[in-house]
């Protein structure tokens, strides 16, 4: 990606240096098996909502330019709109794609099957911990846990168990249903091949973003900022990012969600020149991976720029961002 959207989330990487004494304290947490309880292996979800995309032509990157110097005005490094060039009309046979991101709840049980590494973000806010484990815990240990990992906003000194195990609940379902974040480019690869499936290429990501006329965003061509999520409105910069469809405004043509805001993706390509660009970019090669979307954490980098359509990001696969998520695409049979 560009400078701008590539400083915002690359701040993000230096939340997640987890300390490994962290896992020695996270007596709540349970690390590594999960405090000795494990459960049945989950499968795989049985189905995802998927939506067709046809076949046929439509319109890939752009022309603009940066007329408004946006890049000299917020001191970005690299040049914003010219890794989008040049427009061309461009065409793919049908395929399916995830009408929303990927959840927690559905990596979830990708990482229990697995026992590929959980993303460090659930060891920080205690959604790594098993229901059954949180109903072992001693009132006093629950109290800590709700108060120091939930982020439990109530006083629990005078809560029952049963009262704190209903809060915690709570909080745990919710986030089941957030977009997966802070997993890396393989992380995002391996769960679509689990599922048989596959990172969508940045052309089917662009389609089902901007339909077959190469809409500017998802829902047009004016940009509207009640559309997407933003994350402007968001307390907690970590949870910025919404449940799928929260956002009904940020609806591409075939009926795809949340491919402007929520949350940016991975997609499966290297960051390379488009057929007849003449820009050249140190980034370009087998370096870095795309990413697609605006995400929910960009603070005041909030521009219509982020949530275009044609917009590329570039990042090292190995990146970890608490605005990095993904969705997966599927060959039509």
Same mark, same amino acid.
């Given at each position: 990606?560009?400078?701008?959207?590539?400083?915002?989330?690359?701040?993000?990487?230096?939340?997640?240096?987890?300390?490994?004494?962290?896992?020695?304290?996270?007596?709540?947490?349970?690390?590594?098996?999960?405090?000795?309880?494990?459960?049945?292996?989950?499968?795989? $979800?049985?189905?995802?909502?998927?939506?067709?995309?046809?076949?046929?032509?439509?319109?890939?990157?752009?022309?603009?330019?940066?007329?408004?110097?946006?890049?000299?005005?917020?001191?970005?490094?690299?040049?914003?709109?010219?890794?989008?060039?040049?427009?061309?009309? !461009?065409?793919?046979?049908?395929?399916?794609?995830?009408?929303?991101?990927?959840?927690?709840?559905?990596?979830?049980?990708?990482?229990?099957? !697995?026992?590929?590494?959980?993303? $460090?973000?659930?060891?920080?806010?205690?959604?790594?911990?098993?229901?059954?484990?949180?109903?072992?815990?001693?009132?006093?240990?629950?109290?800590?846990?709700?108060?120091?990992?939930?982020?439990?906003?109530?006083?629990?000194?005078?809560?029952?168990?049963?009262?704190?195990?209903?809060?915690?609940?709570?909080?745990?379902?919710?986030?089941?249903?957030?977009?997966? !974040?802070?997993?890396?480019?393989?992380?995002?690869?391996?769960?679509?091949?689990?599922?048989?499936?596959?990172?969508?290429?940045?052309?089917?990501?662009?389609?089902?973003?901007?339909?077959?006329?190469?809409?500017?965003?998802?829902?047009?061509?004016?940009w509207d900022p009640k559309k997407p999520n933003t994350g402007n409105a968001a307390d907690n910069e970590d949870e910025a990012a919404e449940l799928g469809g929260a956002h009904p405004g940020d609806k591409s043509f075939y009926g795809v969600y949340d491919m402007a805001g929520n949350v940016s993706e991975w997609v499966a390509d290297w960051y390379k020149p488009y057929p007849g660009s003449s820009f050249v970019s140190k980034n370009y090669g087998e370096k870095q991976k795309v990413t697609r979307g605006g995400g929910a954490g960009v603070g005041h980098y909030s521009l219509s720029?982020?949530?275009?359509?044609?917009?590329?990001?570039?990042?090292?696969?190995?990146?970890?961002?608490?605005?990095?998520?993904?969705?997966?695409?599927?060959?039509?049979?």
């Amino acid at each position: 990606m560009r400078a701008s959207v590539s400083a915002a989330l690359k701040m993000k990487n230096n939340r997640w240096p987890i300390a490994t004494a962290l896992c020695s304290l996270l007596l709540l947490a349970g690390c590594g098996d999960w405090g000795g309880q494990r459960q049945h292996k989950p499968a795989p $979800p049985a189905q995802v909502d998927m939506v067709l995309i046809p076949a046929g032509e439509f319109v890939m990157g752009s022309n603009k330019t940066d007329e408004a110097k946006i890049q000299k005005e917020y001191g970005f490094v690299e040049p914003l709109f010219l890794d989008e060039h040049p427009q061309r009309k !461009t065409e793919l046979p049908a395929f399916l794609i995830d009408r929303y991101e990927v959840t927690n709840g559905q990596y979830k049980a990708f990482v229990q099957q !697995t026992k590929r590494a959980e993303p $460090p973000l659930w060891i920080k806010n205690g959604y790594n911990v098993r229901d059954e484990k949180l109903q072992s815990f001693s009132l006093d240990t629950l109290r800590w846990g709700a108060t120091n990992f939930f982020k439990l906003d109530m006083d629990t000194r005078n809560m029952t168990r049963e009262a704190i195990l209903a809060e915690l609940a709570k909080i745990q379902r919710k986030r089941d249903k957030l977009p997966v !974040t802070v997993v890396s480019w393989a992380d995002a690869d391996a769960y679509c091949r689990w599922l048989g499936r596959r990172l969508p290429s940045e052309a089917e990501w662009e389609k089902a973003a901007r339909g077959p006329q190469g809409l500017e965003y998802p829902w047009g061509n004016e940009w509207d900022p009640k559309k997407p999520n933003t994350g402007n409105a968001a307390d907690n910069e970590d949870e910025a990012a919404e449940l799928g469809g929260a956002h009904p405004g940020d609806k591409s043509f075939y009926g795809v969600y949340d491919m402007a805001g929520n949350v940016s993706e991975w997609v499966a390509d290297w960051y390379k020149p488009y057929p007849g660009s003449s820009f050249v970019s140190k980034n370009y090669g087998e370096k870095q991976k795309v990413t697609r979307g605006g995400g929910a954490g960009v603070g005041h980098y909030s521009l219509s720029f982020f949530y275009r359509g044609a917009l590329r990001g570039h990042f090292d696969p190995e990146t970890l961002s608490s605005d990095l998520g993904f969705r997966c695409a599927a060959d039509a049979r």
